[in-house]
Structure formats: C-alpha cells, structure tokens
T-cell receptor, first 113, second 114 residues
Framework: DGGITQSPKYLFRKEGQNVTLSCEQN?????MYWYRQDPGQGLRLIYY???????QKGDIAEGYSVSREKKESFPLTVTSAQKNPTAFYLC????????????FGPGTRLTVL | AQTVTQSQPEMSVQEAETVTLSCTYD???????LFWYKQPPSRQMILVIR??????QNATENRFSVNFQKAAKSFSLKISDSQLGDAAMYFC???????????FGQGTRLTINP
C-alpha cells in the first residue's frame, strides 16, 4: 500500500530519555514535515525537509532533532532538552512543488512519565 | 507573521442539516492557499477542500463548499446534508505560495446529532 507510516502509535518514555519517532513514506514525495499537536491548539511545525540531506527548523524546533539520510525516511528525535514533550506528533509529506498539498501520517502519541 | 483564527471551539448540528464553520486569517501576502482539514477520532488528518487565493470562484467538493472572502480575509466551510461521519475536529490552514509551512487554526469540534 502507498502511504505514510508512523510507528509506534503510542510511545511511553521516562523523563530525561531521548526518544526517536519514525516516519516512513513510499509516495516518492520530496518534502517531509514534522508537526506537534497539543490539546486546544492546531498543529505547529517542528522541522521540515525539502530534499535528502537537508532540513530546516520550523516554529518550535528547540529540543528536537531530525535527519534525512534517505528520501523515504525522516525520523524525529525528542531530546531531554524538550521541556514538555508529551504530545501527539504528526508526520506529513508533499511533492515539494509550488502547488503541493500535504498528506499526513496516522501520528504517534508520545507520553513522557 | 501569518495567523489563522477559528473562533468556534465547538459546533453541533442535526443530521441532514447544514452547518458553517468560520475561519479568519491575517496575512500581508496576496498569493496563498487555504485549506480545511478534518481530523476524526482516529486522529488521521484528511484534506477536505482547498482554495487558491487568486481564484475568485469558491471551491466545492461534493457536500463541502467554502465561502472565500479575500478582502475580509475570511474562509468559512459549509457542510450540507450533515452525516454522522462528518463528526470530527476541523482545522483551517494557510500556506503562502512558495512556502513549505502550513499555519493552522486552533480547530473546531463538530458534533452531529442523530
């Protein structure tokens, strides 16, 4: 099936531990994005990547890191420096053209205990 | 900076009736895109409808249509013949042409009463 895979759906970590969220796509899209969703708020952009080996900070990048070694994969690491990491994380992709729309994965709910 | 505001945190409608969700945005740009996304309880974000700012004609997708008022910076979503499956959070979003970032509103929770 074509699409975007985020795993796992639910993730629990202890405070102070780094954790990596997975995002894989087989849509052959160039651009990939990470958003964070908190209750009562819309989605906020963490990082995005338009091509392999390149990425840019979004509005709330502090405490997060990413890599883009392969076109299909854009993992997000939530570091211990992120002060309030418990949230719902959504990965998205787009073709990268000027008229693109973004397609979203199913999301990962991260809970830091 | 661009902002998107959805002033209705919650809305409800009777099944088969029509409901309108409001969205306003603030931008100094003239070329941009506006979107409505639906997020059902599964939390999967689904694109409902898209409007290009340079097009005066309002976008329509089956039972979903928009009222795009560029001068007023307003972008409302009308859902006709509401169905139980329409129950979800609805997010309005903005993207400047050429930019990668989507700017989202806070969302409106829509309940459909049978």
């Amino acid at each position: 099936d074509g699409g975007i895979t985020q795993s796992p759906k639910y993730l629990f970590r202890k405070e102070g531990q780094n954790v990596t969220l997975s995002c894989e796509q087989n849509l052959n899209h160039d651009a990939m994005y990470w958003y964070r969703q908190d209750p009562g708020q819309g989605l906020r952009l963490i990082y995005y990547s338009q091509i392999v080996n390149d990425f840019q900070k979004g509005d709330i990048a502090e405490g997060y890191s990413v890599s883009r070694e392969k076109k299909e994969s854009f993992p997000l690491t939530v570091t211990s420096a992120q002060k309030n990491p418990t949230a719902f994380y959504l990965c998205a992709t787009s073709t990268g053209t000027h008229n693109n729309e973004q397609f979203f994965g199913p999301g990962t709910r991260l809970t830091v205990l | 900076a661009q902002t998107v505001t959805q002033s209705q945190p919650e809305m409800s409608v009777q099944e088969a009736e029509t409901v309108t969700l409001s969205c306003t945005y603030d931008t100094s740009e003239s070329d941009y895109y506006l979107f409505w996304y639906k997020q059902p309880p599964s939390r999967q974000m689904i694109l409902v409808i898209r409007q290009e700012a340079y097009k005066q004609q309002n976008a329509t997708e089956n039972r979903f249509s928009v009222n795009f008022q560029k001068a007023a910076k307003s972008f409302s979503l009308k859902i006709s013949d509401s169905q139980l499956g329409d129950a979800a959070m609805y997010f309005c979003a903005y993207r400047r042409r050429g930019a990668q970032k989507l700017v989202f509103g806070q969302g409106t929770r829509l309940t459909i009463n049978p």
